[in-house]
């Protein structure tokens, strides 16, 4: 519900404030006043064009923000979390606010955080909606008429059921689409991936078995050297490792012959020697196990083979690291991949004829659940179309007529409904479902049923969309968080006409706050809450206002005497005493 507009320097008004009711409001004002421009004030904060020249006299930009009491669970509040917005922090309410300067581009705010035009579409979408002669040509569209026709037919749980059997079909088109045009890449890919696992497995690499070759060529390649050190070595430790006759004289040796000498000397009570020997005999066997150690590195040495064959191997396994690598680990690894891919690949032929019987399965579903919501879509059109045409009867449009045309591109005994399979499907439905749907209006009786927006003029138009408007409130039996304007509505009609109007106005306030522009009393009587749009010269108290040739444009709320005087006006276009009884008793019945 719109709680507030506001609006500074567009057009004529230099700054105006109105409070809407939450049933009807009347704006009411002498022709050219301005009025318009509060409907541009709409437009804008609705996330409209923006036009500089609606800038005022002497201004450097508009400013127009609309506040509009939101309940949680409201489509708008939704909107604007996802724009980053959270309506719960400001108690519920959402400000939707446009500035417009003389020069450069517009700036969009939501709840004071700037915005793309986009999101103030996209939230206002949900909060208001205008029926002027420029905004109802939106129900010329075929997307509107049928967001129309299943909002009165209450089919949200078919809609859902049919959109999500629409998003799976089109999931398993995209995915039959990317198959069917990949397979010259499938036998590329595997064709590579069975080359490359047979010239790994040839090679038959093992983990670290290059790193284990490197080092065995280092120690064939270093084997003199090697052998001459560990020579050495065990010559200086055990000589008699390397010759059993020779006298030994080693390290080990005279290591054992220091224990004994220590554990030779015998003194009473001190053991001293005894730990000394003890020690030695430690160092002894490590040195015994260092011999023992470099005894087994010689007979290694001896068995290292064929360094061509050792080289050969290790460039096999360089080529296969270098392609697959870095690692031998790496290389495995790919491989193992590559065969669960290469059977995966090898199973496409199959899987393509699976996923195109599952293709039939869903297709079938989402004819199912069109022809659901096609039938909902029908019974709830007649329907729709009877109780539209009762209303125009009520808003002096007595021969006018609305027909709600619902027709599917494919039926149960068509060419195209099969087993309810196949590529047909495609051709039959769309999104929405399989339905094509028009709204034709008779404006007069004999003459053709036209597509809305080409039949009609603006005041019946406006018209019409109040009819729409009464007939989904009606149905709907609940409030709606939604704020309705009309303009122009009141085009063409007058007397008897025009208080029912006014009458049917108010019925759709009883569930929605409207807002109606009007030039006539009887419809104006109907309002909770009246604001006049009237042009004045300027006074010495506001001499800085901005306006032409010193003139400016004010919005007043009127209640009280200054009401009827108002009412009086827009009976006779006087304060006349008898203009004004009259205008005292249409406000006195104009309630029910």
């Known amino acids: 519900m719109l709680e507030e507009l506001e609006i500074r320097d567009l057009g004529p008004i230099h700054h105006a404030r109105i409070a809407p009711a939450r049933g009807m409001t009347a704006i009411t004002g002498e022709t050219g006043a301005g009025k318009s421009m509060l409907l541009s004030a709409i437009r804008l904060i609705s996330g409209g064009p923006a036009q500089s020249r609606r800038v005022g006299p002497g201004a450097q930009e508009a400013w127009a923000q609309g506040v509009f009491a939101v309940a949680e669970d409201n489509p708008a509040v939704i909107q604007a979390k996802d724009a980053g917005v959270d309506a719960a922090a400001d108690e519920g309410e959402l400000y939707l606010s446009r500035t417009v300067p003389v ?28 029926h002027g002669q420029a905004d109802q040509l939106r129900i010329a569209s075929a997307a509107r008429q049928r967001e129309v026709l299943d909002a009165y037919a209450g089919d949200a749980a078919l809609l859902e059921a049919y959109g999500k059997a629409w998003n799976e079909l089109k999931a398993m088109d995209d995915r039959l689409d990317a198959l069917e045009h990949q397979q010259a890449d499938v036998r590329q890919r595997s064709d590579y991936l069975r080359e490359s696992i047979e010239r ?76 000394l020997a003890q020690r030695l005999d430690s160092i002894e066997a490590d040195l015994s196990d260092v011999v023992f150690t470099l005894s087994r590195q010689t007979d290694d040495d001896d068995d290292e083979g064929d360094l061509d064959a050792i080289n050969t191997r290790i460039h096999d396994l360089g080529e296969l690291t270098r392609r697959w690598g870095p690692g031998l680990a790496d290389v495995i690894a790919w491989r193992d991949k590559a065969a669960f891919e290469v059977e995966d690949l090898d199973a496409s032929p199959e899987k393509l004829e699976q996923l195109r019987a599952d293709r039939d399965h869903l297709a079938a579903k989402a004819l199912d659940a069109a022809r659901e919501l096609s039938d909902a879509r029908v019974k709830a059109a007649g329907e729709l179309g009877e109780r539209v045409t009762a209303e125009l009867a009520e808003l002096a449009m007595g021969g006018s007529r609305l027909e709600v045309r619902v027709v599917p591109r494919v ?37 053709e049923p036209l597509p809305m927006g080409s039949s009609a003029s603006g005041g019946e138009l406006s018209r019409l969309m109040l ?4 007939t989904i409130a009606e149905r709907r039996g609940e409030a709606a968080d939604m704020t309705f304007i009309f303009d122009e509505v009141d085009a063409g009609v007058g007397g008897k006409a025009a208080a029912e109007l006014g009458r049917r106005l108010a019925k759709l306030a009883r569930s929605s706050q409207v807002l109606v522009v009007t030039h006539l009393a009887q419809v104006a009587s109907w309002a909770q809450e009246q604001y006049v749009v009237s042009k004045g010269p300027t006074t010495p108290d506001t001499p800085d206002e901005p306006g032409a040739a010193g003139v400016t444009t004010t919005v007043t709320r009127v209640d009280g005497e200054d009401r009827v005087r108002e009412i009086a006006r827009m009976l006779s276009g006087s304060e006349s005493g008898t203009s004004l009884d009259h205008a005292r008793e249409l406000l006195a019945a104009s309630v029910e």
């Open 103 to 130: 020069a450069g581009r517009s700036r969009s705010v939501l709840s004071g955080h700037t915005v793309p035009r986009s999101v103030l579409q996209h939230v206002s979408e949900h909060l208001v909606t205008i």
């Open 200 to 275: 790994i497995n040839q090679v038959d690499p093992q983990p670290g078995e290059d790193e284990d070759l490197k080092a065995k060529r280092s120690r064939i390649e270093n084997a003199a050297s090697i052998q001459q050190g560990v020579n050495g070595a065990i010559t200086a430790l055990d000589a008699s490792q390397l010759d059993s006759d020779g006298d030994s004289n080693g390290a080990t040796d005279l290591v054992r012959h220091a224990a004994q000498s220590l554990r030779a000397i015998r003194v009473d009570g001190d053991d001293t020697y005894e730990k």
């Open 411 to 447: 039926t149960e005994s068509g060419p195209d409904a099969g087993d309810g399979a196949g590529a047909d499907v495609a051709r039959v439905l769309d999104a929405h479902g399989m339905d094509d749907i028009m709204f034709a209006f008779t404006p007069f009786p004999g003459s």
């Open 467 to 470: 009819a729409l408007e009464l």
